[in-house]
């Protein structure tokens, strides 16, 4: 077996020992090259899904033949329907958004799907990955510039630099982000420009860690992009009177053969100082209670990074949406410095009050999360939520590693979130598996959509350096 280099505590625990193709054990591993990758993007196709589904119904038969797989009746869309609440819409997480017209937009479409294959790289969502390919050459990029992103930046302009290593940094290491990351942003772009980068990669984490979480296929007809050798399609091109065959198994140039990922996390093999396919997410061990205490009580006195919109305005924006006697929380007057803020911040409280996980189950996701994120606003927000409830400080700071008095089937959903919050891959099918038998696909689904929820809060509250409210 193959040894790991001297990994930190913490989530060190994630580190898969070796890639097992069959071991429901082990993560799906790490592609190292461009070519690695696409045999994964297509292998993705075959995928087994996580979430048990019931045999189809006449009446939903009825539906599919009407409206197509599309219409309702594909996995994820049966799973929302099964076992998400009456009339919930996933919206993933605070990073998700409206599509109307924003005078505060000015970010292109492009460069934000640059940044979401970014995200998805770090997170290995191949699932994601291979629909960003897709638009990444439908927006005009070539193959090669597309491979170029997974680390070579030696073309890209000082402002792409900056944006795509906080991406990277943003998505899988949330813990280390600081007031010089934002400085560093600030030589190349506006405070509301930076906060748009933030909430669309929030968002992109999330939809990661749905994808992952529910263990979704991909598309059989994904890959190649409507053309045999995956260039963009041609416009107005007609559609062949034999269909295609769709697949990510394109050419790469020689330039990229065998060029290793610089933007997905790698662990080096000590005897031999080569990358492997092994996956681990790696975060430093929590805390004690004392140095947490003080660290909650600095992020209080803390000024936000980001600008908000000042009170008496955003009660404005959001009407009823937010109760007149109810105080205004700094993230919501983060968030509604876009016209998608009041949707937003519906969303946020949606996540939180309603669905059949109980408030304080909830809540104590909060807390494991963002204390693994040191997403400190988010950290203090969670703690004044289980007090509401009726937790102590000694119930609360055992949620940092003693859960011997929850029973199995809360640990196993403690587990499932701590794993799909910290970075989606290492969360395995196994672990998928043990909290279906102990709970059900009910919770387990609204578990994994409240955990995209809560990865998004725990990076744009602390990204955005908010202070906690008394």
Same mark, same amino acid.
């Given at each position: 077996?193959?040894?790991?280099?001297?990994?930190?505590?913490?989530?060190?625990?994630?580190?898969?020992?070796?890639?097992?193709?069959?071991?429901?054990?082990?993560?799906?591993?790490?592609?190292?090259?461009?070519?690695?990758?696409?045999?994964?993007?297509?292998?993705?196709?075959? $995928?087994?899904?996580?979430?048990?589904?019931?045999?189809?119904?006449?009446?939903?038969?009825?539906?599919? @033949?009407? $409206?197509?797989?599309?219409g309702?009746?594909?996995?994820?869309?049966?799973?929302?329907?099964l076992?998400m609440? /009456?009339?919930?819409?996933?919206s993933? @997480?605070?990073?998700?958004?409206?599509?109307?017209?924003?005078?505060n937009?000015?970010?292109?479409? %492009?460069?934000?799907? =640059?940044?979401?294959?970014?995200?998805?790289?770090?997170?290995n !969502?191949?699932? !994601?990955?291979?629909?960003?390919?897709?638009?990444?050459l439908?927006?005009?990029? *070539?193959?090669?510039?597309?491979?170029?992103?997974?680390?070579?930046w030696?073309?890209?302009?000082?402002?792409?630099?900056?944006?795509? /290593?906080?991406?990277?940094?943003?998505?899988?290491?949330?813990h280390?982000l600081?007031?010089?990351?934002?400085?560093?942003?600030?030589?190349?772009?506006?405070d509301?420009?930076?906060?748009?980068?933030?909430?669309?990669?929030?968002?992109?984490?999330?939809?990661?860690?749905? %994808?992952?979480? /529910?263990?979704?296929?991909?598309?059989? +007809?994904?890959? @190649?992009?409507r053309?045999?050798?995956g260039?963009?399609?041609?416009? %107005?091109?007609?559609?062949?009177?034999?269909?295609?065959?769709?697949t990510?198994?394109?050419?790469?140039?020689?330039a990229?053969?065998?060029?290793?990922?610089?933007?997905?996390?790698?662990?080096?093999?000590? %005897?031999?100082?080569?990358? *492997?396919?092994?996956?681990a !997410?790696?975060?430093?061990?929590?805390?004690?209670?004392?140095?947490?205490?003080k660290?909650?009580?600095?992020?209080?006195?803390?000024?936000p990074?980001?600008?908000?919109v000042?009170?008496?305005?955003?009660?404005?924006?959001?009407?009823?949406?937010?109760?007149a006697?109810?105080?205004?929380p700094?993230?919501?007057?983060?968030?509604?410095?876009?016209?998608?803020?009041k949707?937003?911040?519906?969303?946020?409280? +949606?996540?939180?009050?309603?669905?059949?996980?109980?408030?304080?189950?909830?809540?104590?996701?909060?807390?494991?999360?963002?204390?693994?994120? $040191?997403?400190?606003?988010?950290?203090?927000?969670a703690?004044? $939520?289980?007090?509401?409830?009726? =937790?102590t400080?000694?119930?609360?700071?055992?949620?940092?590693?003693?859960?011997s008095?929850?029973?199995?089937?809360? =640990? +196993?959903?403690?587990?499932?979130?701590r794993?799909?919050?910290?970075?989606?891959?290492?969360l395995?099918?196994?672990?998928?598996?043990?909290?279906?038998?102990?709970?059900?696909?009910?919770?387990?689904?609204?578990?994994?959509?409240y955990?995209?929820?809560?990865?998004?809060?725990?990076?744009? *509250?602390?990204?955005?350096?908010? /202070?906690?409210?008394?």
């Amino acid at each position: 077996m193959r040894k790991l280099s001297m990994i930190a505590a913490g989530l060190a625990a994630f580190a898969s020992p070796a890639f097992a193709a069959d071991d429901p054990t082990v993560p799906r591993p790490i592609p190292l090259t461009r070519p690695d990758m696409k045999v994964l993007l297509e292998d993705m196709k075959a $995928r087994k899904p996580r979430i048990p589904l019931p045999e189809l119904t006449a009446e939903e038969k009825a539906k599919i @033949g009407e $409206r197509g797989e599309r219409g309702g009746g594909g996995y994820e869309g049966r799973i929302r329907a099964l076992y998400m609440p /009456a009339g919930s819409s996933q919206s993933f @997480g605070m990073g998700g958004g409206g599509r109307e017209a924003d005078p505060n937009i000015s970010l292109d479409y %492009k460069f934000k799907t =640059q940044l979401f294959w970014i995200v998805s790289r770090t997170n290995n !969502c191949q699932y !994601c990955l291979g629909h960003q390919e897709s638009k990444l050459l439908g927006a005009g990029m *070539t193959e090669d510039e597309i491979a170029a992103l997974d680390g070579d930046w030696s073309e890209h302009s000082p402002a792409q630099k900056a944006a795509y /290593a906080f991406a990277r940094k943003f998505t899988y290491e949330p813990h280390k982000l600081s007031d010089a990351d934002i400085d560093e942003l600030r030589k190349h772009y506006k405070d509301l420009q930076i906060l748009e980068m933030i909430l669309s990669m929030a968002g992109n984490n999330s939809i990661n860690r749905w %994808k992952e979480g /529910a263990g979704v296929p991909q598309s059989a +007809s994904g890959g @190649g992009f409507r053309s045999k050798d995956g260039a963009p399609p041609k416009e %107005k091109e007609p559609e062949p009177a034999t269909p295609r065959k769709q697949t990510y198994l394109t050419p790469t140039s020689e330039a990229f053969k065998s060029k290793v990922t610089k933007v997905a996390p790698l662990q080096i093999n000590e %005897k031999t100082n080569q990358p *492997t396919q092994m996956t681990a !997410c790696i975060r430093p061990a929590l805390e004690p209670r004392a140095e947490t205490e003080k660290l909650l009580a600095a992020a209080a006195a803390r000024t936000p990074r980001l600008p908000l919109v000042e009170e008496a305005k955003a009660r404005e924006i959001l009407g009823e949406t937010w109760p007149a006697k109810t105080p205004l929380p700094q993230w919501v007057r983060l968030v509604v410095n876009f016209n998608s803020g009041k949707g937003r911040v519906a969303s946020e409280r +949606s996540a939180v009050e309603k669905g059949d996980l109980t408030l304080l189950l909830k809540a104590q996701v909060s807390w494991i999360i963002a204390r693994q994120d $040191r997403a400190w606003y988010a950290t203090g927000e969670a703690q004044k $939520r289980l007090k509401a409830l009726g =937790q102590t400080d000694d119930q609360i700071f055992a949620l940092d590693g003693d859960w011997s008095k929850a029973t199995p089937a809360e =640990q +196993s959903l403690y587990t499932l979130a701590r794993k799909l919050a910290a970075s989606p891959v290492v969360l395995t099918d196994a672990d998928v598996e043990k909290a279906l038998k102990l709970t059900g696909p009910k919770e387990v689904v609204q578990l994994i959509s409240y955990t995209t929820n809560r990865a998004s809060f725990d990076r744009i *509250t602390e990204a955005a350096g908010l /202070a906690i409210e008394k």
